[in-house]
């Protein structure tokens, strides 16, 4: 049979999966409020360039359309989120496609990845996450399709795709060589030898460029950030842990992604497709190393489930609907009972409730509830992490209007962390105070040069050490706590609200010594 005929008949059948992946964001994505990174990410719409200290730029022009198009509300910023998520199904579902699998394969594959809780957790907020995922997911595809027409044209493609990818999250730059050394090792090296191959690379670095250039004029700062990370975050995670996530974070869709794993290590109708097996293997071992977060291998997975899906149609082809029913539902259903731990489908009090009937009852599920500091809490650090930030907000306002209007002119607003900056930058128009000043993650390359203040209103998540500091040094006249976030499921709860007083020349030095020192970094 001809090649251009083998898939054509499933293309709308793979949009009845995107629909579904669609609709249940589409219930969820309006619940409880932003996400702290969703914060940051936004804030970068008002600042345009071709680079931030966290991220590369892609996601700041996201910012700017949603925020363009949409407005500022928690159901517009995850509009592209859900808008990729689809386009994460439909790759995937191509993928199967292009393996040889049919109508189950595609069913099998979609709807293990919809409900995995991996996917389900990461792939509605606005992040880097769910869009570097797509990338991930639509290189695999390019390189299948160049692998089985010898289009050059794909080449191309997916030179575009890998530098839009670096220019959303350098770990696809990672993968791409994964990919890449995944093919020299296998038997479809030879089609790699060919001049198309360095016009690919070409175009990916032409794309990248910019964010290239702009990293070497502001001293590389994605290498202090990775460091940052590392010492802050990364160092929690052992390597018995990282293991450990990569087996759990998809529920029992695990048993559909290792049957593609294994599928194309040994199976002789994907043998074409060993290389993706490698570069699974090669990634994982670089993340392994780097001490990497559980969620940067997300993107590896969707062509692992595609396999998967060709595994099991392959080994019950001669089974009847009944049995192909029943191993759909045995490796869905469970994780559709565990969806509201991973995607706010319900209310939040709903939710609680859930976290701790199943968590009670499933010691497994712990995992969900344990935070980078590997303590357990009352609910996911992603649902802790978009509670308390109006509240917070709310209370800044009230003492920057407690104050006279000859006062609110020398009047800064500070805040300590990035997500306590997003949420006032955020909010600052509804509560009508000035915009924030903060010298942590990429607000140091906006901040103000100086400090010209006499009143500070300061956000201050260290439990009172930094304001103890400024009164011991004689680096302000006085202070006085006008209040701090409550909300007891906040992971921000117990952030304080000072008004700081008579702001000396030792803060402003201070302030000043440190902003130098950030933005050289």
Not at 71 to 96: D, E, M
Not at 145 to 164: F, H, Q
Not at 365 to 387: G, P, R, S
Not at 451 to 469: A, F, H, P, Q, T
Request: aromatic fraction near 18%.
């Amino acid at each position: 049979m001809p090649y251009k005929n083998r898939k054509s008949t499933y293309v709308y059948f793979i949009l009845i999966f995107v629909f579904i992946k669609v609709v249940i964001n589409l219930f969820a994505i309006g619940h409880f409020g932003f996400h702290r990174d969703e914060f940051l990410h936004l804030v970068l719409a008002d600042h345009m360039d071709w680079g931030y200290k966290e991220v590369p730029p892609f996601i700041a022009l996201l910012a700017k359309i949603t925020i363009t198009l949409f407005g500022n509300s928690v159901f517009a910023a995850r509009i592209f989120p859900t808008i990729f998520a689809g386009l994460i199904i439909w790759f995937t579902g191509l993928i199967v496609v292009e393996f040889g699998g049919r109508r189950f394969a595609i069913t099998l594959a979609c709807l293990a990845l919809i409900f995995s809780p991996a996917f389900a957790a990461s792939d509605y907020l606005f992040q880097p996450v769910v869009f570097d995922q797509f990338w991930w997911v639509l290189t695999v595809w390019l390189f299948i399709k160049y692998l089985n027409t010898t289009d050059v044209r794909y080449l191309y493609w997916l030179g575009m795709a890998v530098g839009l990818g670096m220019l959303t999250k350098y770990t696809m730059l990672f993968f791409t060589v994964a990919l890449i050394i995944g093919i020299l090792i296998s038997k479809q090296r030879k089609l790699l030898f060919n001049w198309h191959i360095l016009g690919a690379m070409a175009l990916a670095l032409l794309i990248f460029l910019p964010n290239f250039i702009w990293q070497i004029t502001h001293h590389f700062p994605v290498i202090t950030h990775m460091a940052a990370l590392r010492k802050e975050q990364l160092d929690y995670i052992t390597t018995g842990q990282f293991i450990e996530q990569q087996l759990t974070v998809h529920g029992v869709a695990l048993f559909v992604w290792f049957t593609g794993f294994v599928f194309l290590i040994f199976s002789f109708k994907l043998r074409n497709f060993q290389f993706l097996a490698i570069a699974y293997v090669l990634i994982f071992i670089f993340l392994l190393e780097m001490d990497g977060k559980n969620y940067y291998l997300f993107g590896a997975y969707p062509m692992l489930f595609a396999a998967g899906g060709f595994g099991f149609e392959r080994w019950l082809k001669s089974s009847g609907l009944a049995l192909r029913t029943v191993i759909i539902t045995f490796f869905t259903l469970p994780n559709i009972l565990l969806l509201p731990l991973f995607l706010p489908i319900l209310s939040l009090q709903q939710t609680v409730a859930w976290f701790k009937y199943t968590t009670r009852h499933i010691n497994a599920l712990k995992f969900a509830i344990t935070w980078e500091d590997q303590k357990t809490h009352a609910t996911t650090q992603d649902y802790a992490d978009m509670l308390g930030w109006d509240e917070m907000a709310q209370k800044v306002g009230q003492a920057y209007h407690g104050l006279t209007p000859e006062q609110q002119k020398q009047t800064v607003v500070y805040a300590d962390n990035y997500g306590e900056a997003g949420a006032l930058h955020h909010y600052r128009q509804q509560y009508n105070y000035p915009d924030v000043a903060s010298l942590n993650s990429s607000f140091t390359l906006w901040a103000p040069d100086t400090l010209g203040c006499k009143y500070m209103i300061y956000v201050d998540d260290s439990n009172g050490k930094n304001i103890r500091e400024f009164v011991t040094g004689n680096m302000i006249g006085s202070y006085k706590k006008i209040g701090e976030v409550e909300y007891y499921l906040a992971r921000e709860k117990g952030t304080g609200i000072y008004l700081l007083t008579d702001i000396k020349f030792p803060l402003k030095e201070r302030y000043r010594t440190e902003l130098v020192r950030k933005r050289q970094q």
